[in-house]
């Protein structure tokens, strides 16, 4: 596998500090006053040119907000989080009236892009994939539209689209997740900035892969993007999201909102890359990665799958689910999580099967190491009218040294006798018999560590679209640096 | 070649080797044989670099250069390689990938160009083809679901692709229909050359039937009791290991 190599190699090019993508950009922004008040949900709002009814729905999320309690029954341990001590809008000024073109962005933001290995200068000649780039708060450029407009998708910023029609945005924003759902996805709803908004009409597939980069610049800043994707009937999308973030020591809260909706016969095939600032080898610093993602299944025969590949963040909690309301409805969830050092994680899926002959499948890869400790989380639901309903479930577990942890919470309600579920669970660590082998091969430590962890996960990197698996495979590799020994 | 003089080995504390001495000229194949928990497999774990022996006294001189201390990837890069008695299961990666990881690994080492994907498969191609080993071997995860016989053939295609100069096979033989055996024992005899080196480690005379040695040493209690040709396996297999176990009292 050359994967484990690049691995080893880019390893290799980056100074003590091993997280590359912890780089600041200098760039004149426009900020918020810090806090969090009903100004505030309003500035963000006005400075969008929103319409009323949804700066209704943002105040009616705040003041819901203002009453939550903290999520507490998940196994991550953090300091209380100061709402009052972050921003909660950063724009690059230059973006200020809305690039018209990639022309108008600005050179270094378009730098920053290329250092992330996203040139999107280049991505709009090389076809293949689509992307949107959210910066702070704003999206700031939008690739290939003009392509994906012959077929009738719609691929911009949630901001452009409130304009370009916001009789869809109202008919689907929130009605996946509500204003109510939780702590950080209410928090989203009321001061939520950009992110990216999908819509492929009836019968269409989606030409080429859909992307959105997020990369949280400015300090003290919190990311609330919100991404809204509807499948029409018997129509296809692929997207993929990435995330970095600088190295900062304080911790910074990034709090996102994913609902996907598909219809009749449709299919959303939604991956992650996340790979925000985790923090150093001492825990100190690294992103609050609080993230409410759930697909609805809402037509017959739909399909949604996610599959997330999670190496970054202090603290992960994030449950990307099904609900499977359309009969024979499909609902996927691979999913790999690395942990070292001192990161946390707390992650998995819910499947809620509501329609008749639905199913979904579960498999969860995790993989500690260092100091870290991680849970998988999930739930599995039957309804009483959901007959024939079957799931399956595998979570493995991978240990690396003894000073970590791993944990697999299920909860499995069935409510029809006729629905089958199964789950399986098994917890190893990588052998000395296995590391030695590889090593008596010529295999370095680091890479022998590599090779067995991205063999570990294969079953989740092969569900990942080809342009995006050797990035993630790399990534897997770095993440474990400094794990072995 | 290979020369190890008066090596003393410890695990835990307990001596395990006490005193190992042998030489090991290119082109030759020598058979270690010795009953159950004479140090057979420690004296190869050791020459590979395994982590856990303690080296209390002696050197292990390879190519003219002391290997004591050097890292199991170092000592392979160089031409070391060791056919375990009990392959290891990776599971998730491929036969192919693995051995794409492990000859870049010692191309990089020796400052080489990597093979690239064409290369690569031409090589595997040939070896494959060469020791008669089904090319779907390749395609499955390393030794998972392999039968016994399907895992020594695969050491064996290992050591074809790796090309080492010393090749040590810790009992390849143990576990082994006859049939299974005669297959291995033709892989290893296509693989004799006058430059490399082959130490046999076994527990029966019969693996010697189809690999002729040209030395034949028998360890036991942690020394090597006695060295001889061909005829001393047939000795042994005769009178068994009881005469070393009275010698050794």
């Known amino acids: 596998m050359v994967a484990s190599i690049d691995t080893v190699q880019q390893v290799k090019e980056l100074t003590e500090e091993k997280y590359k993508y912890g780089f600041f950009t200098d760039i004149e922004s426009e900020t918020a006053p810090k806090g969090l008040n009903e100004d505030i949900v309003r500035f963000i709002s006005a400075k969008k040119n929103e319409p009323e009814w949804l700066l209704e729905w943002r105040l009616k999320a705040y003041r819901y907000w203002l009453t939550m309690p903290e999520p507490k029954w998940s196994k991550v341990f953090h300091e209380p989080i100061d709402y009052q001590d972050a921003y909660y809008y950063s724009a690059p000024k230059s973006a200020a009236d809305g690039p018209q073109s990639l022309d108008e962005i600005d050179p270094q933001l378009l730098e920053t892009y290329e250092k992330l290995g996203i040139p999107l200068k280049e991505q709009e000649r090389l076809s293949g994939v689509a992307v949107d780039a959210v910066f ?6 939008t690739t290939f539209k003009a392509k994906l407009g012959e077929v009738g998708v719609i691929f911009c910023p949630i901001s452009e689209a409130l304009e370009s029609c916001p009789d869809l945005v109202k008919k689907y924003l929130g009605t996946v997740v509500p204003y109510t759902d939780n702590k950080h996805a209410t928090l989203n709803s009321a001061v939520f900035t950009d992110g990216s908004f999908v819509y492929i009409p009836p019968g269409v597939r989606c030409p080429m892969e859909l992307s959105t980069y997020f990369r949280i610049n400015a300090a003290n800043t919190g990311q609330f993007e919100r991404t809204l994707i509807i499948a029409d009937k018997g129509s296809y999308v692929s997207y993929l999201e990435g ?13 996102a909102v994913v609902e996907l909706i598909a219809l009749d016969d449709a299919e959303i095939k939604y991956s992650t890359i996340q790979n925000w600032y985790p923090g150093d080898e001492n825990g100190r610093g690294g ?14 025969n739909s399909k949604i799958s996610w599959t997330q590949v999670e190496t970054g963040a202090a603290i992960t909690w994030k449950y990307p689910s099904c609900i499977l309301k359309g009969d024979n409805s499909v609902g996927e969830f691979y999913s790999i999580a690395i942990t070292n050092n001192y990161q946390q994680a707390d992650t998995g899926t819910k499947m809620i099967h509501l329609g008749k002959n639905t199913s979904s499948r579960i498999i969860s890869k995790g ?76 295999i370095p430590p680091e890479e022998a560590v590599a090779l067995v962890v991205n063999g570990f996960c294969r079953e989740v990197l092969q569900q990942l679209p080809m342009e995006f698996a050797v990035e993630a495979q790399k990534l897997v590799g770095i993440s474990l640096e400094g794990s072995v020994g | 070649m290979l020369e190890i003089k008066n090596l003393h080995v410890s695990v835990d504390g307990k001596a395990i080797l006490k005193g190992i001495d042998l030489s090991v000229q290119p082109g030759e194949i020598h058979a270690i044989m010795g009953p159950n928990g004479s140090g057979k497999s420690t004296l190869s774990h050791v020459i590979a670099g395994r982590d856990g022996y303690e080296i ?22 160089k031409g070391i390689f060791l056919a375990f008695q009990y392959p290891v299961e990776i599971p998730g990666v491929a036969n192919t990938t693995f051995l794409k990881e492990a000859l870049n690994a010692i191309c990089r080492y020796h400052g080489k160009d990597e093979l690239d994907a064409m290369q690569f498969v031409k090589v595997m191609r040939e070896k494959t083809k060469e020791l008669g080993i089904p090319e779907d071997m390749l395609k499955r995860a390393v030794n998972v679901g392999f039968s016994g016989g399907e895992k020594k053939r695969n050491e064996i295609l290992q050591m074809a692709i790796l090309n080492p100069t010393l090749a040590i096979l810790d009992e390849t033989d143990s576990g082994l229909d006859i049939d299974a055996m005669k297959i291995v024992a033709e892989g290893v005899n296509k693989l004799r050359a006058p430059e490399r080196s082959i130490l046999l480690i076994t527990h029966y005379q019969r693996l010697l039937d189809y690999i002729i040695p040209d030395k034949v040493h028998v360890l036991a209690h942690g020394r090597i009791q006695r060295s001889g040709d061909k005829k001393l396996a047939l000795e042994l297999e005769e009178k068994g290991y009881a005469e070393f176990g009275e010698a050794a009292a």
């Open chain 1, 136 to 141: 702070d708060s704003v999206s700031v450029a």
């Open chain 1, 243 to 255: 995330c970095t973030a600088p190295m900062r020591d304080e911790h910074q809260l990034h709090a």
């Open chain 1, 287 to 300: 992103i609050f990665n609080f993230v409410t993602k759930r697909g609805h299944c809402r037509g017959r």
């Open chain 1, 367 to 442: 993989i500690s190491a260092g100091r870290a400790n991680q849970t998988y989380r999930g739930l599995v639901r039957i309804s009483p009218k959901a007959k024939g309903a079957r799931n399956f479930t595998q979570c493995d577990s991978l240990l690396i040294g003894d000073r970590c942890g791993a944990h697999t919470v299920p909860y499995i309600e069935c409510k029809n006798k006729s629905a089958i579920v199964e789950h399986e669970a098994t917890t190893s660590t990588i052998s000395e018999d296995q590391l030695f082998y590889l090593r008596q091969r010529g």
């Open chain 2, 56 to 77: 209390t006294g002696g050197r292990i001189i390879y190519q003219g250069e002391d290997m004591t201390g050097m890292a199991p990837e170092i000592r392979a890069a």
